[in-house]
């Protein structure tokens, strides 16, 4: 997981928000009004261009903006007054069963969120892997990880060990190059690569 620093809130959106004061969020995100629509797409896009396109959680580069959903850090059912808060939305991908959607309503005060700076010092990486805590008595690492994120579902514990294989292939010589072309090379996940050159 990689902080954030997130961008300016876009002027169309505050603009939007102005004139639809009691509105919910399904009025904005499930909107036909086209420039609505519109307005939808320019913040996600520009949530996104924060994260240099990938998502908040997994760090899968996202290649089109359809590939991310507008996500509420927290959620809208707990935290109301926060759903349109551009401090409280972030990028993720739209799988089911990890990020985003998988943690739904389960943010807790302590959890580890790509808003805060020091959120990957509290992470690293197996060499099969996975993410895991740094320190191993940090619970707060592990339930973030394992149970509201789903950071070591198979497909994700796949893909990190698929570019673990390539870094050990391409070798030492070649790192800062797959580091700076991670989202072309490997799809993204720029801390599992930084993580491994450190160790190697
Ligand atoms: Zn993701």
Known sequence: MRF???????????????????ANWSDFSASKDVSTIEIYNNLRESLLLDQELRCCYCEMFLNKNEEAHV?????????????????????????????GHKKDKGYFEQMITP??????DRLMYT??????????NDEDARRTIEE?????????????KTIIRGLEQYGEEMFDQCFDNCDSWFGGFPSLIEYYISQN
């Open 71 to 99: 996500e509420h850090l927290k959620d809208k059912d707990r935290y109301p007054k926060e759903k349109f808060l551009h401090s409280n939305l972030l990028a993720s991908c739209k799988s089911t069963t990890t990020c």
């Open 4 to 22: 954030i620093e997130k961008g300016d809130e876009p002027e169309d959106f505050a603009t939007w928000k102005r004139r639809n004061p009691n």
């Open 115 to 120: 808003l805060l700076e020091n959120c990957q």
């Open 127 to 136: 060499d099969d892997g996975r993410i895991i805590a740094r320190d191993e």
């Open 148 to 160: 509201v994120l789903n950071l070591n579902h198979k497909r994700l514990v796949d893909r990190r």
